[in-house]
């Protein structure tokens, strides 16, 4: 069933018909909370707070974006709201353990990868906000620009530049990691 139909019917009171969207939308929202603030906790009272906001705000949807771009810009405010009322945690716990016979299971090859993961942590906080969270949107969410732009409220031109920047940035940055 197509998500529009379903916002519908949700903003009529069907609860289902939510929790279908919910459970089809929230790991992508939740991965990008976890991008955008760096702390699984608050990523999910982010994605939390923003389906609840949803919920209340159904009726006033208009239909004109996607669900899934309404719901990436209710997400990204609740996470920039919250990073302005603390600064977020620079946390490494997303690292994944290789598994036993793994190429990286090697000690030196495991340090490598932590420090070049360290490194691209600290490369996408020291991008600028708008920067990020272009970048985040585009190379880990796999969104076009137009929803891009919709989601950060900007032109296709301006999602374009920041990606430009922001890839130059990372690029300089994790240069000694090539």
Same mark, same amino acid.
């Given at each position: ?28 929202? %939740? ?5 955008? %603030?760096?702390?699984?906790?608050? +990523? ?13 705000? /159904? ?28 600064? @977020? &945690? ?16 090697? @000690?030196?090859? !495991? ?9 691209? *942590?600290?490369?996408? +906080?020291?991008?600028? +906000? #708008?920067?990020? %969270? *272009? ?8 969104? &076009? ?15 374009? #530049?920041? /990606?430009?920047?922001?890839?130059? !940035? %990372? ?8």
């Amino acid at each position: 069933m197509p998500d529009r139909l379903l916002a519908v019917r949700a903003a009529e009171g069907d609860e289902d018909s939510f929790a279908v969207l919910v459970q089809r939308h929230g790991g992508a929202l %939740l991965a990008l909370a976890r991008c955008m %603030l760096g702390n699984p906790q608050d +990523a999910e009272e982010a994605v939390q707070d923003a389906f609840v906001s949803a919920w209340r705000r /159904l009726p006033e949807y208009r239909h004109s974006a996607e669900f899934r771009t309404w719901m990436y810009r209710i997400t990204v405010n609740r996470c920039l709201t919250m990073r302005r009322r603390r600064p @977020p &945690p620079l946390s490494l716990e997303t690292v994944v353990e290789p598994a036993a016979g793994d190429a990286w299971s090697q @000690p030196a090859r !495991s340090a490598e990868q932590e420090a070049a993961t360290a490194a691209l *942590c600290h490369a996408l +906080a020291e991008l600028d +906000a #708008g920067q990020r %969270l *272009c970048w985040i949107l585009r190379e880990v969410q796999g969104l &076009p620009y137009k929803e891009i732009a919709h989601v950060t409220r900007t032109s296709e031109q301006t999602v374009r #530049g920041r /990606l430009f920047r922001a890839r130059r !940035s %990372l690029q300089e940055a994790m240069g000694p990691w090539r």
